[in-house]
């Protein structure tokens, strides 16, 4: 069964870089896509980007000028850098599988906490 | 960007039938999909491209709908559906603000 788990800092300080990982166990990371989403305080949800199984990568264009988005495939882990964080980047962060034939999220991890405050 | 409206939040008995609406600012076809996410747990992927139930579950979900108006059912509703449900478009990835469903 395929299995995600994000880790990194729950807390970053303003201005700086979120750097966040996931793991991914019973499915190699290349083949299929793999992305990230973050839920606000208040239950809204947005897409970040994702990766595919080459190493390609398409970014939320409200966020293109931030975002990074890598990978390594020994490790079976995928990466998440958001740059130049705010107060409003506090959400919580989740990695998932991404089926890019219907374009929707079929496994997920359990989400990571990340506030901006200094 | 595709906007997604949906209720904020509904109270239903268990046994009831309740249906959550999503409603698209433009036409998505049938590239909607529905999202459950109890509290504390990660999203689960419950219906995909409008009406194709997601492995391992209940057949007591269904879904509807086409072009800007889509549905989520569920009949009959158990306590154990007590959660935030999620409705998400293909064409730029964007999520529904949720409806809140509480079992009374």
């Known amino acids: 069964e395929v299995q995600l788990q994000e880790s990194g800092p729950g807390l970053v300080k303003p201005s700086q870089s979120l750097s966040l990982t996931c793991s991914v166990t019973?499915?190699?990371?290349?083949?299929?896509?793999w992305g990230w989403i973050r839920k606000f305080p208040g239950n809204k949800m947005e897409w970040m980007g994702y990766?595919?199984?080459?190493?390609?990568?398409s970014y939320n264009p409200s966020l293109k000028s931030r975002i990074s988005i890598t990978r390594d495939t020994s490790k079976n882990q995928f990466f998440l850098q958001l740059n130049s964080v705010t107060t409003e980047d506090t959400a919580t962060y989740y990695c998932?599988?991404?089926?890019?034939?219907?374009?929707?999220?079929?496994?997920w991890g359990q989400g990571v906490m990340v506030t901006v405050s200094s | 960007d595709t906007v997604l409206t949906q209720s904020p939040a509904l109270a239903v008995s268990p046994g009831e039938r309740v249906s959550i609406s999503c409603r698209a600012s433009?036409?998505?076809?049938?590239?909607m999909h529905w999202y459950q996410q109890k509290p504390g747990q990660q999203p689960k992927l419950l219906i995909y491209?409008?009406?194709n139930l997601a492995s391992g579950v209940p057949a007591r979900f269904s879904g509807s709908g086409s072009g800007t108006d889509f549905t989520l059912t569920i009949d009959p509703v158990e306590a154990d559906d007590t959660a935030t449900y999620f409705c998400?478009?293909?064409?730029?990835?964007?999520f529904g603000s949720g409806t809140k469903l509480e079992i009374k």
């Open positions: 433009e036409g998505v076809n049938s590239y």
């Open positions: 019973g499915y190699s990371i290349t083949s299929n896509y």
């Open positions: 990766i595919s199984y080459s190493g390609s990568t």
């Open positions: 998400q478009q293909s064409w730029m990835l964007t």
């Open positions: 998932a599988r991404f089926c890019y034939s219907g374009a929707l999220f079929d496994y």
């Open positions: 491209k409008a009406s």
